[in-house]
């Protein structure tokens, strides 16, 4: 490939602060993550976003092992009675359903919806299998793929069609056993975010406007994007006896009187994905943390001649790192320069450069991705400092995740603050009423901020009034526009 044909070949051209929406969408698809399809709102989850996923899922299922929980699969298709057994469930969903209506020309005689959330046809099983005390807790998780329809500008990975995710449903005998799960997978998905993603989360109550339909309550991670928006890292639900109640999940207890179970729901997505891309992503392309990356490495070699000696070298090199995935691009019909860059663009964490001065000096050169920064390592220690290497570019990310999130904060006391902390792309940390009347009126007059959670870390004593209505404030809310 000649340099000039290289040139258009490489690179995202489009800067993050000016075109979000362009630099996304040449992000996802030159660094290889996602491709579109003809179905509208639906993505190929390409090799390297897959494998991320995987991290994810390999990280989470050691939690669940840690406390019992095991793994099941549930059908995609729901029957239209299930999904009407709990009102304002089904008046929640309703609008995103895709449904089933034929085999072939052949009528069904019941629609089936297509899998929107598994808390239905899950239930019904649990009515089954839950008979006694004994059967209980009982603790599920599904890994799934799930279908909501209703939306006008897909986005890959943040709002898709179909996505990827983890549901968990549990039920238990005992109403503090249950909201004890609910803060504990919370805690666990904020510690997924940091020790994966290097993303720090703000943990909290979702307002009643925004819990998940059919759910007493509903907690959260949220965090606010380096582009100004807000965005869900999952969620934890405690469902109370709404569902149990709904599909008769009743068990004998102790006393031998028939009790209804008290249940969670909790999940997160490949949403994930597009979080992690949004934070660290700069004008070069993806940054990704170690903890995630599909390679931890890439060795290039860098020759004008001495070809063969230099390819031998940088493979022995590559050959020799333990313990991480490494890739050697050896490939002849591209520059060096096209090869540093085509690897930044996806977000490979350290590129180790080596040539023929590299090889009489016995050396190799590391080189990461977050800053550019250059170490010369010598080839015998090379495992030790690519480990410590990695290492520092994960903690380093955090670092600079959490001084964006605090920054981005702004506590505001009155009307005139909130509106203008909105329109400078900040997110608003404000005293609120928490009724759902003045939430919407809030959202009407900054031009589209909604309550994003209230945070569970509260001042002891709470004087201001809220911000917008003047009405006695219960808490300090976050308030933002959000994805």
């Not at 983890?166 to 504990?184: N, P, S, W, Y």
């Not at 009790?259 to 597009?274: A, C, D, K, P, V």
């Not at 949004?278 to 990356?293: E, N, R, S």
Request: proline share 4%; hydrophobic share 35%.
């Amino acid at each position: 490939m000649t340099k000039k044909e290289e040139k258009k070949d490489i690179g995202i051209t489009a800067k993050k602060e000016d075109n979000v929406s362009e630099w996304y969408q040449q992000v996802i698809l030159k660094s290889e993550l996602a491709d579109y399809t003809d179905v509208s709102g639906c993505i190929v989850f390409r090799p390297r976003s897959y494998a991320i996923w995987e991290k994810v899922k390999e990280y989470f299922n050691k939690e669940l092992k840690k406390r019992g929980i095991k793994n099941a699969y549930f059908p995609l298709f729901i029957p239209e009675k299930f999904l009407m057994r709990e009102s304002e469930h089904v008046e929640g969903f309703t609008p995103e359903v895709a449904w089933v209506t034929h085999s072939g020309d052949t009528a069904l005689s019941e629609k089936l919806a297509v899998r929107p959330t598994s808390e239905t046809i899950m239930y019904d099983s649990y009515s089954k299998w839950i008979r006694s005390y004994r059967d209980l807790p009982l603790r599920l998780n599904q890994w799934a793929n799930v279908v909501r329809w209703e939306f006008k500008n897909p986005i890959p990975f943040l709002r898709t069609r179909e996505f990827l995710w983890q549901e968990g449903h549990t039920v238990f005998a005992e109403k503090k056993d249950a909201e004890a799960e609910v803060m504990d997978i919370l805690e666990v998905y904020r510690k997924l975010f940091e020790d994966l993603f290097a993303i720090p989360m703000i943990k909290g109550m979702k307002s009643d406007k925004e819990k998940f339909a059919g759910a007493v309550y509903t907690t959260s991670i949220e965090t606010f994007l380096p582009i100004g928006k807000a965005i869900q890292g999952g969620t934890s639900h405690f469902l109370g006896q709404n569902f149990s109640k709904a599909f008769n999940i009743q068990f004998l207890d102790k006393n031998e009187k028939n009790q209804f179970g008290w249940q969670n729901s909790w999940g997160i997505s490949t949403r994930s994905i597009g979080v992690m891309i949004m934070f660290h992503g700069d004008d070069k392309g993806l940054v990704i943390p170690p903890a995630v990356a599909p390679a931890h490495a890439v060795v290039v070699p860098i020759y004008t001649k001495d070809k063969e000696s230099v390819l031998k070298e940088a493979k022995k090199v590559a050959d020799s790192i333990k313990g991480h995935e490494v890739i050697f691009d050896d490939r002849d019909e591209y520059t060096p320069g096209y090869k540093f860059s085509d690897w930044e663009m996806k977000g490979v964490p350290v590129r180790i450069e080596i040539g023929p001065k590299d090889i009489e000096k016995k050396q190799v050169v590391l080189v990461r991705r977050d800053t550019g920064e250059k170490t010369f390592v010598p080839v015998k220690d090379i495992n030790t400092k690519l480990k410590s290497l990695l290492k520092d570019v994960q903690k380093s990310l955090l670092e600079k995740a959490e001084k964006s999130l605090k920054d981005s904060i702004v506590e505001v006391k009155n009307w005139d603050e909130f509106v203008k902390a909105i329109k400078d792309k900040k997110m608003v940390k404000a005293p609120w009423c928490e009724e759902t009347a003045c939430e919407d009126w809030i959202k009407d007059k900054s031009g589209g901020a909604k309550s994003i959670n209230i945070p569970f870390d509260q001042p002891k004593k709470i004087s201001s009034k809220c911000a917008h209505c003047g009405r006695t404030a219960k808490s300090m809310a976050l308030f933002a526009k959000s994805y």
